[in-house]
């Protein structure tokens, strides 16, 4: 149950911005959303979070709709290194622990 | 801090045989979890532990899968007897439960063929 959905895969220009989309309607009020990315052969590394309020950090933006059904990852300045998949993921809590369900992701291509 | 420990990084197998993967969560964490990824079936959670104690394994495929967490420090994920289906990349995460959010380290992953 990925709770999620992406498009499988966009292009993006080297130093533009990359905006990659997420809806997620089901999510729950305190559910959080958030993105990892994966750089083939290894492990998801963690970018960015959010239940309500916009986010930035030196990696990424995540802008979050009012009625938080969808959301998108900004990568203000893409570079070649950008180039992985990336995946929206909404964490589903309970009272012994909080579990991410990973769906497919979108394949993010960087071109120079 | 080292991050996410595991071992080995690949692991080539005959069927049968008893495969072990070992993971050492971030020091202080006190939630860790078991992911395999392939090909077809993308990153599924097979289990996970808080405090040492198993919360959930129902993503855990059969009974030839068992995965142990004997102190805070380590976790064995063990598969006896392995099969070619098993052949997967094993990811081993770990988190601060308790907090408002809790975000999940990834390790290198485990490579797994079996022959």
């Known amino acids: 149950d990925a709770k999620t959905t992406q498009p499988t895969s966009m292009d993006c220009a080297e130093g533009r911005a990359a905006n990659l989309p997420c809806n997620h309607s089901?999510?729950?009020?305190?559910?959080?959303v958030y993105w990892y990315r994966q750089i083939h052969s290894q492990g998801p590394q963690y970018i960015i979070h959010?239940?309500?309020n916009n986010e930035t950090n030196e990696m990424a933006s995540l802008i979050i709709t009012e009625d938080r059904k969808s959301s998108t990852l900004i990568l203000p300045h893409a570079t070649l290194r950008d180039t992985a998949v990336y995946y929206c993921i909404v964490r589903v809590s309970s009272n012994t622990g909080n579990q991410f369900y990973f769906g497919t992701g979108t394949s993010l291509t960087v071109i120079p | 801090d080292a991050g996410v420990i595991q071992s080995p990084r690949h692991e080539v197998t005959e069927m049968g045989q008893e495969v072990t993967l070992r993971c050492k969560p971030i020091?202080?964490?006190?939630?860790l979890f078991w992911y395999r990824q392939t090909m077809m079936r993308g990153l599924e959670l097979l289990i996970y532990?808080?405090?040492?104690?198993?919360?959930?394994d129902s993503g855990m495929p059969e009974d030839r899968f068992s995965a142990k967490m004997p102190n805070a420090s380590f976790s064995t994920l063990k598969i006896q007897p392995s099969e070619p289906r098993d052949s997967a990349v094993y990811f081993c995460a770990s988190s601060l439960f308790g907090l408002s959010t809790d975000t999940q380290y990834f390790g290198p992953g485990t490579r797994l063929t079996v022959l």
């Open positions: 089901t999510i729950s009020g305190n559910e959080y």
């Open positions: 532990f808080n405090n040492n104690v198993p919360i959930d």
């Open positions: 020091s202080g964490h006190n939630s």
């Open positions: 959010g239940l309500k």
